[in-house]
């Protein structure tokens, strides 16, 4: 009983610590929500940032650590005001899904940058505070547990009162109440969101100079599990709600920390995630709002009606198709079919995003997750029960598609940026099944010796057969789509995009126009992941990650919203750019983030404009 | 005037993607990153056309800082072949694609290896995902795919012939580390983390069988992802098993984290660690709490034995610092590369016979390797016994830890 005491006491000392610091990284992330309405993937790599700057004034000059505290801070200040300038002020009035693309731009920038000016190897950071360990009525705390839980409360009470008592405080929040309110009550809504993201990169920084400290690393990977795990606190203490977020944060480290003591440290963020997925289902507004939220205008939808799409005549995509035809007799270079073939694969599931999320309204960030079911399911199939590929492949989409839809089927109560999050806590969750679910998949052994795609005995083996299998299933796919997004069906579907209570009203089924939408998606997603699957003869959980999915969302916001060939010319340029671009060795990625920050700056509907 | 508006801006959207794409596309004309290297000799034999290698890996991304070791081993290796006067009278010289270890990119790179008819051998990638969906193309291509950080059991098996490496696999590791542990340091009741990934996974299952064998008991296993920094609620957990002995099967950045986390989650018993763990980065990362950690490495980079010394001294007088394992298996690579071209001919089948001849290939690691034909990886690999002892890998003095 004393042992089981104090391993609890010790778990949740464990889960408070780490707690605080997600809290840190979501009230910077729910304060950006609530100003500016915007997912904000660079915060993650400001939280970077700010660990690097920290190690630089401890290591190279030797600050004291509350001067370093001080330097996080306002570096950090200054970073996030440059990103709100430079990246997002030239959007505002865009559609609000284009500033999310700027965010993932930046983010890449960023990274790369500090891994070329400071190495891609961790660097030690020596912790400054004597390690010395309490003993406070048996419970076992260290110095810079204290640290870190004193600075969270300084923080914390610090904002309350900003908030609360200052002009500035007030302006903040009235802007995160209605913005056109406060314009018209003479707020200059500008300053507030710089303000805002001053506010937040600050505190993202002093997180990552905590996190350096507690770890005693820096690394310049450490930004993306750091967004990844700040939305997920967000969401659980609601989007948009400051002292939801510290709570959320609180409870996500408890939540893991108990998780890892019952199942072990590879459950960690299966469990998190399936909890929060679960406070989804029943507090869709989080868990620690009382009264739900004026609603927020959907993160695709309304405003995106802005200009129309490029006119493609039929001639045009005729032509199109017919040089993709063409092209390998033309040019029978293997290393561009890849490339192009890797393009078609990758553009079915843009297309799949662009049906959810273009034209249905619902932000996807889950389409990973069901490539991965459709390649383990035709995978399983092929090996384990010796289907031929031609079946397993249709059966792997159909798997994929009811697989899928009852995964998202709990979210389908949310809207916005919610089941965009959710859809990625989906995604996670799919491969953290595929990792410790060793009876079926192998766990992290992963499938090997598939054997390559084939049609009637006719393996395809060499770049040209699998370029044109796979852009037939593209041309297939986004014909398909192509009649349904012109029926009566697609119409129901942007009903929902545009305004969900009114197509209530007209007596639309939301859940069951959404399972339609999901299904459709995840079944070409998963088609896709099944060829992808037998390209490779070689999957494991590692094969399908949630970059791919971010991947896929980028395509399309950069093609443009619902627009089937902006999907496809999104898949192409974003496939083709790294590989255009390696001529910059390191700076690839530099460049690539540049590159979607400045398209999506003059071009902030898509380069084929949203349908 | 909206529509204008728009136009112009699609336009200048449009203008700013080409723009940047023929800008980098000027770039393209690939250049050989480790020719600038091949220093005096290739002055000397200025208009012989180099024979080239490439090397699949990350440069960006997650796992980047692993190519940058691996250019360092290529680099210094290169220095002495082409020193030597290259192979066939002509340098040696390798281009380096990043392919950040996805395999959205390794299949890629793996097409415009073998079709670009210069190239004669291919090395990498690192991470199984990336390795595996490029060996068939590899295989078709008729080009060697020589994996050296590849110890998934099914690496050479996928690929057919045309894969081979000289990383060990888990197979052999595995049963012998834990002979260091139970039978060498006494340690018989065993708290176990490893990495989730599949090179973890199989070492520890292997591990496991083996210490168990020997009568050891694993009190504790712990699997972790690789992302994972906070273990403290999980070593909170191993800690309650009472074990008298903690095994870590990871990577440097996280075995150097549980380390340091280990006495705070109040655990005090002696570490083992895997070979991979041997790096000066861990040392530098883990600070005083890797002190007295037992490794099991496949190489010592104080080791007085000549085949280890000298290329030790080089690669410290040219970069200023331990090689870590990373490195001296790029170094060792390479060289044995050069060999296969020096016995085989520099055409692609040439390697292929080169490596079936090769025999006691001079090597850091192995001393001398050779090749099983029929796997397609090194035979009786051997390892070394070690400890941190103030802050550097020593070979360990045959005491045993205290039992706590």
Known sequence: ?????????????????????????????????????????????????????????????????????????????????????????????????????????????????????????????????????????????????????????????????????????????????????????????????????????????????????????????????????????????????????????????????????????????????????????????????????????????????????????????????????????????????????????????????????????????????????????????????????????????????????????????????????????????????????????????????????????????????????????????????????????????????????????????????????????????????????HMYTYISHETFTNTTSILALTMVILGGMGNLLGAIVGAVTLTALPEVFRGLADYRYLVYGLTLLLVIRFRPQGLLGTD | MRAHLQQHRLLIALFILIALMGLAGCALPVQPVGQATGGASADASQNVEPIYIGVSGPLTGPNARYGEQWIKGFDLALEEINGAGGVHGRPLAYIFEDSQSDPKQSVVVAQKFVADPRIIVELGDFASPASMAASPIYQRGGLVQFGFTNSHPDFTKGGGEYTWSNSVTQAQAAPALAEYTVVDLGLDRLAVFYLNTDWGKSTFDLYARRAEELGATIVAAEAYLPEEKDFRSALTRARDANPNGLVLISYQADGALIAQQIKQAGLDVPIVGAGSLQSPDFLKLGGDAVEGVYIQGQFLPTDPRPHVKNVVDRYVAKYNETPDFFAIHAYDTMKLIAQAIELGGPTREGVLKGLYQLKDVPSVIYEKANFDPETRRVVNPQFVNLQVVNGEFVLWDGVKPEKK
Not at chain 1, 393 to 416: E, N
Request: proline share 5%; aromatic share 12%.
């Open chain 1, 1 to 533: 009983m004393e042992s089981f005491l104090r391993t609890f006491s010790d778990q949740t000392i464990n889960g408070l610590v780490i707690g605080n610091i997600y809290a840190f990284i979501a009230v910077g992330l729910a304060l950006i929500f609530g100003v500016g309405n915007l997912i904000n993937f660079a915060h993650g790599s400001v939280f970077m940032v700010g660990a690097y700057v920290g190690w630089i004034c401890m290591t190279w000059w030797n600050l004291p650590l509350a001067v370093a505290f001080v330097v996080v801070a306002l570096v950090c200040a200054l970073v996030g005001m440059a990103i709100e300038r430079f990246a997002l002020y030239p959007l505002r009035g865009a559609p609000p899904i284009a500033p999310l693309l700027a965010t993932i731009g930046v983010s890449f920038m960023i990274d790369q940058a500090v891994q070329l000016l400071f190495s891609r190897n961790p660097h030690a950071f020596p912790n400054p505070l004597i390690e010395h360990r309490f003993q406070v009525g048996g419970v076992t705390v260290s110095a810079i547990d204290l640290l870190i839980a004193g600075v969270g409360v300084a923080t914390a009470l610090t904002l309350y009162a900003f908030l609360r008592f200052t002009r500035w405080g007030w302006a903040l929040r009235a802007t995160a109440q209605d913005r056109e309110a406060a314009l018209q009550m003479g707020v200059n809504v500008n300053a507030v969101n710089r303000m805002t993201f001053a506010i937040a990169a600050a505190l993202g920084g002093i997180a990552g100079l905590l996190v350096g400290m507690y770890f005693n690393t820096v690394y310049p990977t450490m930004s993306f599990q750091a967004t990844f795990k700040g939305f997920a606190a967000v969401v659980l203490g609601g989007l948009g709600n400051v002292p939801g977020a510290v709570l959320g944060g609180l409870l996500l480290g408890l939540i893991e920390s108990y998780g890892v003591a019952i199942f072990g440290a590879t459950y960690r963020n299966l469990f998190a995630f399936v909890i929060l997925i679960a406070v989804l289902v029943w507090r869709p507004n989080g868990l620690f709002s009382l009264r739900p939220r004026v609603a927020q205008e959907p993160l695709t939808g309304t405003f995106i009606a802005k200009g129309r799409p490029v006119p493609t005549p039929k001639w045009l995509i005729a032509t199109l198709i017919g040089v993709a035809f063409v092209l390998p007799i033309l040019v029978p270079n293997p290393y561009l079919l890849q490339i192009l073939t890797n393009a078609w694969l990758l553009g079915m599931v843009a297309l799949s995003v662009t049906l959810v999320t273009g034209t249905a309204g619902q932000t996807s960030l889950g389409q990973a997750g069901f490539m991965a079911i459709g390649a383990y399911a035709s995978a399983l199939l092929v090996l384990r029960l010796g289907w031929p590929f031609e079946l397993s492949m249709i059966a792997a989409a159909f798997i994929s598609a009811i697989l899928g839809t009852l995964l998202v089927f709990p979210a389908f109560r949310l809207r916005a940026a919610y089941i965009a999050i959710a859809t990625l806590a989906i995604g996670e969750i799919v491969n953290q099944v595929i990792l410790n679910w060793e009876g079926l998949t192998q766990g992290a052994m992963g499938i090997a010796g598939l054997p390559p795609p084939s049609l009637l005995g006719w393996q395809m083996i060499r770049p040209h057969e699998i370029y044109y299998f796979s852009l037939a299933l593209l041309c297939l796919a986004a014909l398909v789509q192509w009649r349904l997004v012109r029926s009566p069906l697609g119409r129901t579907w942007r009903s929902l995009r545009e305004d969900e209570i009114a197509a209530q009203a007209f007596g639309v089924n939301l859940n069951r126009y959404k399972t339609l939408a999901f299904g459709v998606a995840a079944w070409i997603a998963g088609l896709s992941g099944a060829v992808t699957g």
